[in-house]
């Protein structure tokens, strides 16, 4: 089985509280905040199941703002990435989800695969750097809209993340 990471950034706690759901969900994974000392630890998991809230008009949560002048330079090849975030859809609608975008972009040339893409259906927003191709690269929640979606949302997009990893 293959050894999975859930690392995330939270600032208010939605994050910290999706990564806890997938986490358990999956069973058998590390639950890792974003930081240095969880960047040094990526070279030991075959999964890196990456988590962050987007800030303000489009921005990382602090914790990955600090490392994602680093990521770029990590060598990633033969590992599953996938990320999983949380935004405000209604009340900025246009840089939806974005920090998985940003996350997604820092990490395109590091041999990764990735993995967990996410239907844009369900959603209303009109603009998200976390698109590509017509879905999300990642598991897009709105704790602030669409709570009472999160939990069904998380077990699809587990099962997802399972079939991908074996």
Do not use: H
Request: no cysteine.
């Amino acid at each position: 089985m293959a050894k999975i990471a859930v690392i995330f950034g939270s600032t208010t706690g939605n994050t910290r509280a999706a990564a806890e759901r997938i986490a358990e969900a999956l069973g058998g994974v590390d639950l890792i905040p974003a930081d240095r000392k969880g960047l040094s630890l990526l070279s030991g998991y075959d999964v890196l199941l990456l988590g962050s809230s987007t800030w303000g008009f489009g921005e990382l949560q602090d914790d990955w703002e600090v490392l994602a002048g680093e990521l770029g330079a990590l060598d990633l090849r033969g590992k599953r990435v996938s990320f999983f975030g949380t935004g405000d859809q209604e009340g900025y609608g246009d840089t939806y989800a974005d920090a998985l975008g940003i996350l997604y972009d820092a990490l395109a040339d590091t041999g990764a695969e990735f993995i967990g893409s996410w239907p844009t259906e369900g959603y209303t927003f009109t603009e998200s750097r976390a698109v590509r191709g017509g879905s999300f690269i990642g598991l897009a929640l709105d704790e602030d809209n669409q709570a009472d979606l999160t939990a069904d949302r998380i077990d699809r997009w587990v099962s997802l993340i399972r079939e991908s990893t074996g």
